[in-house]
């Protein structure tokens, strides 16, 4: 039988992802360890047809949902 703790890591469940509003490539992890985690912004989920936004979008949604 396999020792379990010998057994390796499952890989990275990381996404190379193109923001909906601007089209800027970013890293997206889908290991719950995401830049957008850290973001103080919490928005509803995107409008139909969006992916995730980009940072920059992220704040820009964040402002104008403030406003």
């Known amino acids: 039988m396999t ?3 010998e057994m390796p890591s499952p890989p990275a469940l990381a996404r ?3 923001c909906s509003r601007c089209g800027t490539e970013f890293g997206c992890d889908l290991s719950g360890n995401c830049w957008c985690a ?3 912004a919490r ?3 995107p409008l139909e047809g969006e ?3 980009c940072r920059e979008c992220l704040r820009k949604a964040a402002a ?3 406003s």
């Open 3 to 5: 020792n379990p703790k």
């Open 16 to 18: 190379r992802l193109v």
């Open 38 to 40: 850290e973001e103080t």
């Open 43 to 45: 928005l509803p989920m």
């Open 51 to 53: 992916d995730c936004l």
């Open 64 to 66: 104008e949902a403030v």
